[in-house]
């Protein structure tokens, strides 16, 4: 079989397993913080049961976030904006 066919047909395969699991369990952690009138968000998972992801993944990486106390103090080490509109 070409490569190419091969691929397609391991494509279709994973899919069609994966329609038949059961959805991926997640972990999610959502952390905003203020500073003067701006407002700094991030995001962290962990996916904790795999289920469908294991074969047809379609979710972001993990980004584990240390554990936070609210009003501690935090120093930024790295930043980066998106500016959406709507």
Known sequence: ?????FNLYAMIWKRAIASQCK???LR???VITSSGN???QVLGQM?????YVR?????S???VLPAL???QSLTLDNAAYEKKQT
Do not use: C, H, R, V
Not at 1 to 5: F, I, L, N, S
């Open 1 to 5: 079989m070409p490569p190419d066919e």
């Open 23 to 25: 959805s991926a369990q």
């Open 28 to 30: 999610k952690t959502q």
């Open 38 to 40: 701006l407002l700094w």
């Open 47 to 51: 996916i904790e049961f795999y289920g």
């Open 55 to 59: 074969y047809w993944n379609n979710l």
């Open 61 to 63: 990486k993990d980004s």
């Open 69 to 71: 106390q609210q009003g």
